[in-house]
């Protein structure tokens, strides 16, 4: 009798399993921001919050754990308990850069992170000093193969998305510039403004004011097509064919988490990024939307990781 009352209770166990993965949120839910407050990853998870919270009721906090260039926040939501109430704002570098440019990590994001849905891509810009006597892309080219060694380039830090974004065009174009890196986009500005460096491929959500303004001069986007926000600059991979080089950003979970959690998830963000007050909030993020199902998210992470472990490794470049 009690082996019959054991299976009963199994079978009724997995029958309901489902049902209670889809009523999710059953709790507080923590999206951890592997980067410090203010940031453009922390005002998006605290956008997505703020919609997801107004639907529920259920309390959705942001926790910021920055560190080791987002390794810290990645490395806490990859052992938490897969059961969907912490998720990762992760981006390009703490998901796709960090896993070749760290020697040792204490995870690894492809066993132990769950991709839920892509959330944003920015578009870095490619600018120079405007004394430089170039105008465009093919004029650029042609110049820094004249002056091979001679061109001083600045980045925000060594395996940053702006330092790998020039190796990436260095590989593609067959030159060499001097790198010199800063500790922000901020320092790197006013570094070309002073006549140090010369070229930079940086955040164009930073960088872009001062390109309005004409203290640096913008030669192209890095996204595969022009950006809406500058339509009249080329992307860079109209001339150098195959260049792309996206700072992304989007959502994870600890793996193992439900799967009907996870498409859950991935639908809300669906419908909250239709929203048309929120693609205009993103739209002023210097952002433009996207939505993946967690299949087509999963993909692309795997893609952006092995395309930028061949970028670091030609940079040379590797933390401890």
């Not at 993965?21 to 410090?36: C, D, L, N, S």
Request: proline share 8%; glycine share 10%.
């Amino acid at each position: 009798m009690r082996a019959i009352l054991g299976a009963f209770a199994t079978i009724v166990l997995c029958l309901t399993a489902p049902a209670r993965a889809q009523e999710w949120p059953q709790r507080q839910v923590t999206i951890v921001v592997p980067f410090g407050a203010g940031g453009s990853a922390d005002l998006l998870a605290r956008l997505l919050a703020n919609h997801l919270q107004a639907k529920y009721g259920t309390p959705f906090v942001i926790e910021n754990r920055p560190g080791a260039g987002g390794s810290t926040g990645t490395g806490y939501v990859a052992k938490a308990p897969a059961d969907g109430a912490t998720l990762l704002l992760g981006t390009v570098s703490s998901i796709a850069v960090n896993a070749a440019l760290y020697k040792k990590l204490p995870f690894d994001v492809d066993r132990e992170l769950q991709p839920i849905s892509q959330l944003v891509s920015f578009p870095n810009l490619l600018v120079v000093d405007p004394k430089l006597p170039v105008r465009d892309i093919p004029q650029l080219i042609g110049y820094l193969k004249a002056n091979e060694g001679k061109i001083n380039y600045g980045s925000s830090g060594l395996g940053t998305s702006s330092h790998l974004s020039v190796v990436m065009l260095e590989r593609a174009i067959g030159t060499k510039m001097t790198h010199v890196p800063f500790r922000s986009t901020g320092e790197v500005v006013n570094s070309m403004l002073g006549g140090n460096i010369q070229l930079a491929i940086d955040s164009m959500t930073t960088i872009w004011p001062q390109a309005e303004a004409g203290q640096v001069r913008a030669l192209g986007v890095s996204t595969p097509r022009r950006s809406p926000s500058a339509p009249d600059v080329p992307a860079i991979g109209e001339t150098v064919q195959g260049y792309e080089a996206v700072a992304w950003q989007g959502l994870f979970a600890p793996a193992g988490t439900p799967r009907p959690v996870v498409d859950r998830i991935a639908a809300e963000v669906r419908r909250i990024w239709a929203l048309p007050e929120v693609v205009t909030a993103l739209t002023k993020l210097g952002a433009e939307p996207v939505v993946s199902t967690p299949d087509e998210f999963t993909a692309f992470a795997r893609a952006e990781r092995a395309k930028w472990a061949e970028v670091v490794k030609a940079a040379g470049v590797q933390i401890d």
